[in-house]
């Protein structure tokens, strides 16, 4: 064998080691997800479609349909949820959706999580929510009739998507300015050392000003997994028209238990401000 030969197999075997080193990386630092599904909406009382997407890579993805009220025609809600669990553990926010402004909702698990093919990765998430928009589009909902929401790491699928197939409106909870920004937050002394090795960018900072979409930011002034400030970054960075709501008392994940009339006043006049949407809130029984 030619020492030409030995020396490209030995780049290649240093590039799959590292290739191995990056995955692991990310599953440690980035995804976290569930392979069992704990709830369903069906035991919430919602009607709702098992749906099986297949993406351009040919990774077939799971993702549930609640249907909107019947009386209301409406936009529909693409939904990407943050990097732990699975769509099951949103089954809640389906439901408040359903009941506060009756949207019809189509929710995701990435590839990697619950009973969806393939493993997580950025480009993968990208291509995953590629192929939920051409559902809804198939199913009659062009992008100017979608609402794509997204909270934590789905806000950055949400935005990556929204650059490429500009919705009716973007709905961003708990965003972040990039995964380099949020490892340095949260691991100072490791993700220097190591931080070069994780590919997935997830760079919301780099990417906001190119939106052309109207915007709603929704962040807790408690959260201590994405700082506030980094809120602030993106929606300085924006264009317009764009709103930020803050919930004081709110942090990462309890949103939804903070000021709960003020969130959804914020989604239905958000809604309202769209061409394609304009449901009126429903009060809670």
């Known amino acids: 064998m030619s020492p030409r030969t030995l020396a490209l197999l030995a780049a290649l075997g240093f590039w799959l080691r590292v290739s191995d080193v990056t995955a692991a990386l990310e599953h440690h630092f980035i995804f976290f997800p569930s392979a069992e599904l704990a709830w369903t909406p069906a035991q919430l009382g919602l009607a ?17 349909f609640v249907p909107g009220r019947a009386e209301a025609d409406l936009p529909a809600l693409l939904f990407f949820h943050g990097n732990a669990g699975n769509l099951s553990h949103r089954v809640h926010n389906l439901e ?45 909902y062009p992008p100017a009739r979608q609402v794509y929401f997204g909270r934590s790491l789905g806000a950055a699928v949400a935005l990556q998507l929204a650059l490429e197939r500009p919705p009716a409106g973007l709905i961003l909870e ?17 993700f ?10 997830f760079d919301n900072l780099d990417k906001i000003a190119r939106l052309e979409a109207p915007l709603l930011i929704i962040h807790g002034r408690r ?7 980094m809120a602030e970054r993106l929606f300085a960075l924006a264009p317009e028209p764009k709103r930020l709501l803050w919930l004081e008392r709110a942090g990462h994940n309890d949103t939804l238990d903070h000021q709960p009339h003020l969130y959804w006043q914020a989604w ?5 401000s769209l061409p394609a ?9």
Do not use: C
Request: hydrophobic letters at 45%; zero cysteines.
């Open 48 to 64: 709702y479609e098992e749906v099986w997407l297949e993406s351009a890579d040919g990774v077939r993805v799971h993702a549930w």
């Open 96 to 140: 408040l959706l359903h009941r506060r402004l009756g949207l019809p909702v189509l929710i995701l698990s990435y590839r990697g999580y619950g009973l969806s093919q393939g493993r997580a990765s950025e480009q993968g998430l990208y291509a995953d929510a590629r192929a939920a928009h051409s559902w809804l589009e198939a199913r009659g």
């Open 174 to 190: 708990s965003p972040f300015t990039s995964i380099a920004a949020l490892g340095r937050h949260h691991y100072k002394l490791l």
């Open 192 to 201: 220097p050392l190591l931080g070069w090795l994780v590919e997935a960018r």
């Open 223 to 229: 959260d201590r997994i994405v700082p506030p400030a």
């Open 268 to 272: 239905a006049d958000f809604l309202h």
């Open 277 to 285: 949407a304009s449901p009126n809130p429903a009060s809670p029984p």
